[in-house]
């Protein structure tokens, strides 16, 4: 199922927004030097959802050391969550990378065998090597794939945009020194973890 872009934009904005109401700005008359993160707030989130595991991930990031063997619930189920979540965000950001390199750049065929290579740069401008025996059958199939990899590399580039938003907020729920280094990491845990659910829920929309 290839996704849509309009409404993988609006789940990025519905992401932002749930974020929003589990961390509210506090009120002009609240004590805005109090600390963001409660672990109270366990009991007002389901546990197995996306906001459930952040809370889940925060408290893991807040909790010293020392004091990581003690029970609170969830943060059982999740042990290890922060090592997991910088796994993941660092193979996405390794693809970002490479979308930063070029624009998009797909190659064709086999290492042994190439049909054809595209390579899109940030100025638009476009450069295609094919091979002399490539078929209108091999063109197709190539332009396929570009157009393909052209809407991945968007989406990517929209989530990224996102995740970083998302940091922003979630460093304000993390008040122990050190700990908003993690918060991008959470930010694209909680934010493809959302996308899975969306995506799992147009496919049995459509059977």
């Known amino acids: 199922m290839e996704t849509d872009f309009a409404a993988f934009e609006s789940e990025m904005e519905s992401a932002l927004t749930r974020l929003d109401d589990l961390f509210p700005e506090p009120s002009s008359e609240s004590d805005e030097s109090a600390v963001s ?18 809370l889940a991930l925060i408290h893991e990031a807040e909790t010293p050391e020392a004091e990581k063997p003690v029970s609170f619930g969830i943060s059982e189920t999740v042990s290890g969550g922060l090592d997991k979540a910088r796994e993941e ?13 070029n ?12 049909v054809a290579a595209t390579r899109i740069n940030w100025t638009g401008d476009a450069l295609t090597v094919l091979s002399a025996g490539a078929t209108p059958d091999d063109l197709r199939d190539h ?5 393909h990899e052209l809407m991945s590399r968007n989406l990517r580039l929209r989530m990224f945009s996102t995740v970083t938003i998302a940091a922003g ?16 990491p959470m930010a694209y845990q909680y934010v493809s973890q959302l996308s899975k659910q969306w995506q799992a829920f147009q496919s049995l929309n459509q059977n």
């Open 37 to 54: 993160f409660d672990v109270a707030a366990y009991t007002q989130v389901d546990e197995t959802s996306p906001e459930g595991q952040l």
């Open 103 to 114: 624009f998009a750049h797909v190659e064709s065929g086999t290492a042994d065998s190439p």
């Open 143 to 147: 332009s396929e794939t570009l157009r």
């Open 89 to 101: 965000f660092g193979a996405f950001m390794e693809r970002i990378n490479r979308d930063v390199l």
């Open 169 to 184: 907020k979630i460093s304000l729920a993390l008040t122990t020194p050190g700990s908003a280094i993690l918060a991008l």
